[in-house]
């Protein structure tokens, strides 16, 4: 996310802003014809907005299981009743789902994808696993990526998965999967802004940026922060841009890096 401080106020429609990149569009649009997507990028990047502003697009029923810690089974018990809120066809199913428990190893994993394919899903639907990294890596994290790249073999129909984390996906066959079309990787690199796509994301909040400013800060350390999905949560109290940058021959450090006496209204 990038927080503007901007100098004069934004237009009262555009006080905030999310911006993709062409190649993130595509990225995100060949993804849509593959079982199991699986979304990396660290904190920041703005994948969970990714993901659910492309989702909303479609006509798919999203099943969306936020994992909020580290208890593999509170995630499960998740999934199962958003299962059963978003598809009421399959509440059988995601009551057996229930029972069953997490797909600890490969006997509770089988038995959950029997119960699914069995599941009788009236429309297109996504699970989406949030913040998968939360899960240890080395065991529900890793039970997890086996369940869903068996999920994505399968070939249920209307079924597919999308998986978020700031990890590395932890899969024994992503290789094998992504040769065969069933798994598409979406990582940092189409989240990362180029400095003309800044520049780009700036304009649409109303600020015109040089393009010396936009280098710097694309070769700033904290510019791999700078996603190509910002939202810029500034409102007209508060917005205030430090300006273009004035030749006095004083300094050829970025703007951002200087000191400044000037005071900002708080928020």
């Known amino acids: 996310m990038i927080l503007l401080a901007m100098h004069k106020p934004l237009p009262a429609g555009n006080t905030a802003a999310h911006y993709f990149t062409p190649r993130l569009r595509e990225a ?34 999203v099943v969306w299981t936020p994992i909020l810690g580290p208890s593999a089974d509170a995630c499960w018990r998740t999934f199962c009743h958003e299962l059963e809120r978003c598809a009421p066809e399959t509440a059988d199913a ?8 997490f797909p600890y190893d490969s006997v509770r994993a089988d038995a959950a994808l029997d119960i699914l394919s069995q599941a009788g899903f009236a429309t297109p639907a996504v699970l989406v696993f949030d913040d998968c990294h939360h899960l240890p890596a080395q065991e529900s994290g890793k039970a997890l990526a086996r369940f869903c790249e068996l999920l994505a073999q399968s070939g249920i129909p209307k079924l597919r998965m999308v ?77 205030f841009f430090r300006g273009p940058r004035v030749s006095t021959g004083r300094s050829s450090r970025p703007w951002w890096k200087r000191r400044s006496t000037r005071r900002f209204p708080r928020l």
């Open 163 to 239: 998986c978020v984390s700031r990890d590395a996906w932890d899969g024994d066959g992503s290789e094998l999967l992504g040769l065969k079309g069933m798994l598409a990787s979406i990582g940092r690199g189409a989240f990362t802004l180029t400095p003309p796509e800044i520049r780009e994301y700036y304009a649409s909040c109303g600020v015109s940026l040089a393009q010396d400013d936009a280098d710097a800060l694309h070769a700033a350390p904290a510019a791999g922060s700078a996603p190509c999905i910002c939202t810029a949560c500034v409102t007209a109290r508060a917005a």
């Open 94 to 101: 995601a009551e057996s789902l229930l029972r069953l428990g």
């Open 28 to 61: 995100f649009a060949a993804a849509s014809a593959c079982p199991l997507t699986v979304v990396e990028a660290p904190m920041g990047y703005g994948k969970t907005v990714a993901v659910r502003e492309f989702l909303q697009k479609g006509r798919a029923r």
